[in-house]
């Protein structure tokens, strides 16, 4: 029988992070040493991501290491801790101590600078001022009640199927859909599998994982396959749906994205996502500060660990200028064409 392996994936990631914490009370001495010994040493050997992010972790260490010495501050040992986490260029990578939390520049930079959405275009012009929240999806018709247009900000927004159907059966006119989850920063993966549960299905495979399971770089366990919640015909929602995506698009966002590829209904429209497809573990330093980096990684359809960041299927450029002078947002707006002129 079939399993939707992404309860036993979330287990296993929750049974290292517990054992993790159960285990990693250092007994070594809380020196700078020591802590930043341990912290490259359990990235070295449990870090899921080392293939696609073509990082020389020897390397990194061989010019670090020389920084650190007994004696210094707390708050320099913290800056040549995070600059070697930084090298990572990952999402779920982090530092924690009291007074500060490290996190890596590349990622937020992108989710700045590459931003392809105006939420003030989106709610005044789109939405509309008297939008309807259902759960936590906000939605309107546009042209006429011939597009759904769903704006997602957060997969940690909770909906029932319940209230997912009813959105769908409000608009009856409704040729196609549009699920905005453009500077979706993440949340649970409970919500990617209820998102799919009006899509058309037969069980097929969404996408498939692995653990990091020894210290050299490529240990891993053998890859386990998520299955698609079954849906039946007369449920699904048959109609072309466009979701947007955009570099604001990290963690749950981006399995979402990479699960499309098994629905011929749906297509990635937009920008590129920025990754962060791998399940973090948690650990502390022989100094108290907590550390967390992704201990999984996951396969997309197509062979490939998108973890960099998941593509669309239409690239469409943001035209900022167009929303901040006339209101309009021209990728909802050429998605809508698309929509309207299917034949």
Same mark, same amino acid.
């Given at each position: 029988?079939?399993?939707?392996?992404?309860?036993?994936?979330?287990?296993?990631?929750?049974?290292?992070?517990?054992?993790?914490?159960? !285990?990693?009370?250092?007994?070594t001495a809380p020196t700078a040493v020591n802590t930043f010994e341990y912290l490259w040493h359990?990235?070295d050997q449990q870090y899921s991501m080392f293939d696609v992010k073509e990082v020389d972790w020897?390397?990194?260490?061989?010019?670090?290491?020389?920084?650190?010495? /007994?004696?210094?501050?707390?708050?320099?040992?913290?800056?040549?801790?995070?600059?070697?986490? /930084?090298?990572?260029?990952?999402?779920?990578? /982090?530092?924690?101590?009291?007074?500060?939390?490290?996190?890596?520049?590349?990622?937020?930079?992108?989710?700045?600078?590459?931003?392809?959405?105006? !939420?003030h275009t989106v709610v005044l012009n789109y939405l509309g001022i008297s939008y309807h929240m259902?759960?936590?999806?906000?939605?309107?018709?546009?042209?006429?009640?011939?597009? !759904?247009?769903?704006?997602?900000?957060?997969?940690?927004?909770?909906?029932?199927?319940?209230?997912?159907?009813?959105?769908?059966?409000?608009?009856?006119?409704?040729?196609?859909?549009?699920?905005? !989850?453009?500077?979706?920063?993440?949340?649970?993966?409970?919500?990617?599998?209820?998102?799919?549960?009006?899509?058309?299905?037969?069980?097929?495979?969404?996408?498939?994982?692995?653990?990091?399971?020894?210290? /050299?770089?490529?240990?891993?366990?053998?890859?386990?396959?998520?299955?698609?919640?079954?849906?039946?015909?007369?449920?699904? @929602?048959?109609?072309?749906?466009?979701?947007?995506?955009?570099?604001?698009? @990290?963690?749950?966002?981006?399995?979402?994205?990479?699960?499309?590829?098994?629905?011929?209904?749906?297509?990635?429209?937009?920008?590129?996502?920025?990754?962060?497809?791998?399940?973090?573990?948690?650990?502390?330093?022989?100094?108290?500060?907590?550390?967390?980096?992704?201990?999984?990684?996951?396969?997309?359809?197509?062979?490939?660990?998108?973890?960099?960041?998941?593509?669309?299927?239409?690239?469409?450029?943001?035209?900022?200028?167009?929303?901040?002078?006339?209101?309009?947002?021209?990728?909802?707006?050429?998605?809508?064409?698309?929509?309207?002129?299917?034949?």
């Amino acid at each position: 029988m079939k399993k939707n392996t992404l309860s036993i994936l979330l287990a296993a990631t929750l049974l290292i992070t517990s054992c993790e914490k159960a !285990i990693m009370t250092p007994d070594t001495a809380p020196t700078a040493v020591n802590t930043f010994e341990y912290l490259w040493h359990k990235v070295d050997q449990q870090y899921s991501m080392f293939d696609v992010k073509e990082v020389d972790w020897g390397a990194v260490y061989d010019s670090l290491r020389p920084q650190v010495h /007994n004696g210094m501050t707390n708050d320099s040992l913290f800056l040549v801790c995070a600059k070697m986490l /930084n090298t990572l260029r990952d999402g779920h990578v /982090n530092l924690y101590s009291s007074y500060d939390i490290s996190r890596s520049d590349s990622i937020y930079y992108d989710f700045y600078t590459r931003s392809s959405i105006d !939420i003030h275009t989106v709610v005044l012009n789109y939405l509309g001022i008297s939008y309807h929240m259902t759960g936590g999806l906000a939605h309107n018709g546009l042209c006429d009640g011939q597009v !759904i247009y769903i704006r997602y900000s957060s997969f940690s927004n909770g909906f029932s199927l319940g209230q997912l159907r009813y959105i769908i059966n409000s608009y009856p006119e409704a040729q196609g859909m549009i699920l905005d !989850i453009r500077d979706n920063g993440g949340g649970s993966l409970a919500n990617v599998d209820n998102l799919l549960r009006v899509m058309p299905s037969h069980g097929q495979v969404l996408y498939r994982s692995q653990i990091k399971s020894g210290p /050299n770089h490529n240990d891993f366990t053998p890859l386990v396959e998520t299955y698609a919640p079954m849906v039946a015909d007369s449920l699904a @929602f048959q109609q072309p749906v466009y979701v947007l995506i955009d570099r604001g698009c @990290f963690s749950a966002a981006s399995v979402f994205a990479i699960s499309t590829q098994a629905y011929d209904n749906i297509k990635l429209v937009g920008d590129t996502t920025s990754g962060g497809l791998g399940l973090p573990s948690s650990g502390v330093l022989p100094n108290g500060w907590q550390y967390r980096f992704p201990v999984t990684r996951a396969i997309a359809l197509d062979g490939n660990n998108y973890e960099n960041g998941v593509p669309p299927d239409i690239y469409i450029a943001f035209n900022a200028e167009e929303a901040h002078l006339h209101g309009r947002d021209n990728i909802i707006d050429s998605v809508c064409q698309l929509i309207i002129n299917q034949k």
